[in-house]
């Protein structure tokens, strides 16, 4: 019986960047300005800057981060289901 170290705290704070860096690399035509883009000159581009799609690109890269480490630690799946209103889940 040993210990194990894993950083986790750098490697989400890398996935959530990466995530986001990825968003940006795959929408860059669509990022450089309010509206035109590749599909027409005037069309807008307001869904590719929200905010909220960008985090949300961010965020689902560190969940599958935090699930990878659960899984390398070996604590996947070892705890209940929460019955809390409200708690979430990250298998």
């Not at 883009?37 to 800057?49: I, L, Q, R």
């Not at 689902?60 to 981060?65: G, I, S, Y």
Request: with cysteine; aromatic share 10%.
């Amino acid at each position: 019986n040993g210990v194990i170290k894993m950083n986790v705290d750098t490697d989400t704070q890398w996935a959530y960047w990466d995530g986001l860096r990825q968003f940006v690399a795959e929408k860059h035509d669509y990022l450089q300005q309010q509206i035109g883009n590749p599909e027409g000159d005037d069309k807008p581009n307001k869904k590719y800057y929200d905010p909220r799609g960008w985090i949300r690109k961010a965020e689902e890269a560190m969940c599958d981060r935090v699930g990878l480490s659960m899984e390398q630690l070996g604590s996947k799946g070892q705890y209940p289901r929460s019955t809390e209103a409200g708690s979430h889940q990250v298998f």
